[in-house]
């Protein structure tokens, strides 16, 4: 079997081409989604304090400064010469806040327009990775499952 017959390529667009696209797509979607985060965390810092751990210093102040982060990252994101460490303080940031996460399921708090639900709160929690993950792809700083392949690399089929 040749190389050929084990790579699907789109006719007359390179597979490079098609991985931009995607990620450039996502790289859209998820500043929105930040952006939004961030309008949030600044206009009812009050509402996200009640799903701050207690053991977080100064968690008025942080909040504030994380709604700012997020509009900035979301920003970064869509810039070309930012987009790589926009990508990596975004999965940064989306794990430090993973156990506010937590707490938000686990106390049942009730936040307006996000019901108190395990319907909920099960998706998004296990769904944190996936943010962490879409914010490093979409931003280029890795290409796991999708791998950037060098045309000159051939695949080894003997095996």
């Known amino acids: 079997m040749s190389p050929d017959m084990l790579t699907l ?38 509402k996200l304090l009640a ?12 909040i504030l400064v994380t709604g700012l982060c997020e509009i900035a990252g979301a920003v970064a994101l869509v810039t070309r010469p930012l987009r790589w460490w926009a990508g990596v303080a975004l999965a940064a940031y989306a794990l430090c806040v993973w156990p506010a996460n937590f707490k938000h399921a686990i106390d049942g ?14 998706p998004r929690l296990a769904l944190q990775p996936v943010i962490i993950w879409w914010a490093l792809y979409g ?13 000159d690399v051939m695949l080894d089929t003997s095996r």
């Open 51 to 62: 799903i701050t751990p207690s053991w977080v210093p100064l968690a008025p102040q942080l």
């Open 9 to 46: 390529r789109m006719p007359s667009v390179p597979q490079h081409a098609c991985s931009d696209s995607r990620r450039a797509v996502m790289r859209w979607i998820l500043a929105v989604f930040y952006a939004a985060a961030g309008v949030a965390h600044l206009a009812a810092p009050d």
């Open 139 to 151: 931003a280029g700083v890795i290409d796991w499952p999708w791998r950037r392949q060098h045309p």
């Open 109 to 122: 708090i009730d936040l307006p327009y996000i019901a108190s639900s395990w319907l909920y709160h099960g």
